[in-house]
Structures are given as C-alpha cells and as structure tokens.
C-alpha cells in the first residue's frame, strides 16, 4: 500500500492519533513527550504512531497534510496541530470535549 | 545574517506584527554547539484575527516553508492577536527539554 493511503488509513480507522517520536511511555523527544501528556491526561484511549520506528512515515507525513514537523495529532480524521496546539487547546479545556466528540462519533458510526 | 535574524527578518515582513520573539533554543537540544535548529517564535499580529491556531501556523510555517525545510528542525510557536497579547501580559510557557531524539 502507498505510504500515503497507509496514513490516511491510521487517521481515518481512529478517532486519534499521536504522530510522536518514541513512545508516550518512552517519548524521543521533548515537543511529542509533552503532546503525549496532555492527552493522557485527557483520559481517553488514544493511538500513536512512533515516527522512528516507522522512515518510511516519517519522510511522508509532512506532505500528508503539509505540516512540517511532529508530533502531529489527528482527531477525527482531521490534523490539529503540532505541540504547542495541542498544549494551548489542553489548557483552555478544549481538548478532552473534542477528543470525546471524535471518540463517540466513531462508535456511533460503527454500530450503524 | 544568521538564522535567528532571518527568521525575524521574513516574519516583520509577512505578518507585521505588533510583538515578535525569536530565541534560538538549539543550545537545550541534542546537537553540535552553534547549531541554529530549534527555535521558538512568540509573535502578536493583527494577521491573526479571526483564525484558528491551527491556520496560524499554518501561515507561520508556509512564511519559513524553505528555513524548515533546511536547518531548522523545531519551531515551537505561539501565535496571538494583539488583543490575546495584551491580556497575557507577555506571559507564553516554556519550550521542553529534549529527549534525545535527534532529527531521526
């Protein structure tokens, strides 16, 4: 499968997902580490791609969505931001409503 | 000119802005010393009115499309119309350590 039909498939079968380097046990870096956090602290259930372990991504997502760099989050389907947006969003306490949102929206789709 | 200045240079020129930080943080990264490749950008701009953070940045990054696609590898951004400046009182929160990472 083309690496750009591969992410569209990741964005698109869930509700969130983390572009991050490393883990959000083992983050690789300082932005994707505190990204990670915030969603945690969401306390939602949430998928992540670790950009390292993956060049291949890792060379295509900035075209993806012509976003230069990582960590990346998509919620539902669509990109959010880098770091800092997802930071400022947490902090305002839009974050967790919008995750919920893409989280519910999903299963509603899946049990029509 | 180095990098620090182009950065200013172009974002003076895109988004007239009423307040405009550029501090190279690349000295808290994991690189060589000198290295001009992380950067955080605080900038307060009337260009920002009435957009999402997310198209912001957008034109943010597509301002320093070519320094992000050479050398600078790390752009922490926070972006705000005056008006949000002003009620901030200048305050914007730190950028994180790194982690070891590298460019990958």
Redesign the interface.
């Known amino acids: 499968m083309d690496v750009l039909d591969r992410i569209r498939q990741q964005v698109e079968n869930n509700p969130v997902v983390l572009y991050m ?2 883990t959000p046990q083992f ?8 990204a990670a956090e915030a969603l945690k602290r969401c306390d939602v259930d949430f998928a992540y791609v670790n ?2 372990a993956d ?1 291949e991504i ?1 060379e295509n997502l900035p075209r993806f969505a ?4 990582f960590p990346q989050l998509y919620i539902g389907g669509k ?7 997802t ?3 947490f902090e305002k306490g839009e974050l967790k409503p919008m995750l919920e949102e893409a989280i519910k929206a999903k299963q509603e789709k899946e049990s029509d | 000119m180095n990098m620090q200045q182009r950065i200013r240079g172009k974002l003076e020129t895109g988004l007239e802005p009423v307040f405009l930080e550029v501090l190279n943080e690349s000295g808290q990264h994991n690189v060589p010393p000198g290295s001009e490749s992380h950067f955080k950008v605080t900038v307060a701009s009337a260009r920002f009115i009435g957009k999402r953070l997310i198209d912001r940045h957008r034109l943010v990054n597509e301002l320093l499309s070519e320094e992000l696609a050479g050398p600078v590898h790390a752009l922490s951004l926070h972006t705000l119309t005056p008006d949000e400046w002003f009620e901030r009182a200048g305050e914007v929160p730190d950028s994180p350590p790194c982690l070891g990472g590298g460019k990958g």
């Open positions: 380097k490393g983050p690789m870096c300082g932005f994707s580490s505190r950009v390292l060049p890792f012509n976003w230069p760099t990109l959010v931001g880098g770091c800092d947006i930071l400022e969003l």
